[in-house]
């Protein structure tokens, strides 16, 4: 499931990751960074991986689909969560978007809001 954020405002929008992820869930998704990318022309992310158990093979597919489609419209996203492997695939992403990417532990959650909003 993702759901967004309240904290979410402007060009910056926070999503939280949780369970298996689906085809359905990114054909909610996309259109919300396609909307705020239409309006800002470029979008800062925030995703939050609570209870995360990865992708189901359509939804993987959805998510590589939408990194080489959205990479020039993103400018920044922080991962946030609370297991080693997740801050090993921020660093993995790194050489696949031009956005800058910082992994967040779940305590740091207000510093990836804070460093989304810097400079903005």
């Known amino acids: 499931m993702i759901e967004i954020l309240d904290r979410s405002s402007g060009a910056v929008l926070g999503f939280r990751m949780s369970g298996k992820l689906h085809d359905a869930d990114y054909k909610e998704f996309v259109p919300k960074v396609d909307a705020v990318i239409s309006e800002n022309e470029k979008v800062r992310l925030l995703s939050w991986f609570d209870d995360f ?68």
């Open 53 to 120: 158990h990865g992708w189901d093979l359509h939804a993987l597919w959805d998510d590589i689909k939408f990194a080489t489609t959205h990479c020039t419209g993103i400018e920044r996203v922080a991962m946030v969560g609370d297991k080693k492997w997740e801050e090993w695939m921020a660093k993995i992403c790194k050489p696949f978007t031009m956005a800058k990417i910082r992994y967040f532990d779940v305590t740091e959650i207000d510093a990836a809001w804070e460093w989304l909003q810097e400079d903005h």
